[in-house]
């Protein structure tokens, strides 16, 4: 079977920057981190991984494309097939290449359709919109939580001669 996947890339302007891939479902994520670098691109150089994820797009279990855990523990690219990882029921991957810029990509199975006579494989399908020349910037905030506050018990901090021993021990 193929897998017919759309890659868009995350940024923040107005183009739409995305491109429709089809690879085979036996092919490993290797073979799609490949083919994705290319249509980018990209030199395919940079360090990458592979984030399983959900259908709020958080990021879940790494494979990356070399291990540099120190118990020789991660999961690999070139030793897991795509069809492992994504099924209809789990479509979605984020794909992160070159951690310094952290170009980070969507990546959706779109379909599973049979494999056609004569077609070659990985086969880039359709390109839309321009890479732009630097990774659009990441902003990192945390969700804003009014549930627990570890500092608000309405202690004084700047009157120390009514709090006891165990409030100044550090």
Known sequence: MIYRFRVILDND????????????????????????????????????????????????EEISLFDLSE???????????????VFEMQPKLIYVYDFLSMWTF???????????????YPNLMFVQGQVPDVAPEKVFESEDSDVFDEFEDDLDIDDYDNLDFDENWN
Do not use: K, P
């Open 13 to 60: 302007t107005d183009e739409d920057v995305f491109r429709d891939l089809e690879i085979r479902e036996s092919d490993t994520l290797e073979d799609l981190h490949n083919v994705i670098t290319q249509s980018f691109g990209f030199d395919g150089t940079e360090m990458a991984s592979f984030y399983i994820s959900n259908d709020q797009w958080d990021q879940g």
């Open 106 to 120: 969507f990546v959706e199975l779109a379909e599973i359709v049979d494999e056609s006579e004569g077609s070659d």
């Open 71 to 85: 118990d020789a523990s991660a999961r690999l690219m070139n030793e897991t097939a795509i069809n492992d990882v």
